[in-house]
């Protein structure tokens, strides 16, 4: 959920900044040059897996970061690549909340109240995000 005030998370503008194309591969080398007693992880929900090999350079990111799988409901974790790990467990909730779905929902005028902070919500619809 999308929400106005997280105290362990931070908006990063490093992908403007360096004018880079939007590949994921492009942005880890300069976190890790500028984060060097960090290790990082890329979190992505197991419907992305379906269409992993689609990313750009989705092999030189295998090699480059470790992932992190979220379940998304209805979304079997049935292969997991090289330095994938699938969150698991009895106690861990699934919810049907996506990015995508969350930018579907918006080009189409819908609200996205139930998903994200009605202040976020607001600031959408107020910098027009998503609509391209």
């Not at 090999?53 to 799988?69: C, M, P, T």
Request: some cysteine; hydrophobic content about 40%; proline content about 2%.
């Amino acid at each position: 959920m999308a929400v106005k005030n997280v105290d362990c998370a931070d908006v990063s503008t490093l992908e403007i900044d360096h004018k880079l194309d939007g590949n994921t591969i492009n942005v880890i080398p300069i976190l890790k040059k500028k984060f060097l007693q960090h290790e990082f992880s890329y979190i992505i929900g197991s419907d992305q897996l379906k269409t992993f090999e689609k990313w750009g350079r989705w092999e030189d990111l295998l090699e480059a970061i470790s992932f992190v799988v979220v379940p998304r409901l209805g979304e079997k974790i049935e292969v997991l690549y090289k330095s994938m790990k699938a969150i698991t467990g009895s106690l861990f909730v699934q919810i049907n909340i996506s990015s995508s779905l969350v930018r579907e929902r918006v080009k189409k005028g819908l609200s996205v109240r139930c998903m994200a902070d009605k202040e976020v919500e607001r600031y959408i619809y107020k910098k027009g995000l998503y609509l391209f």
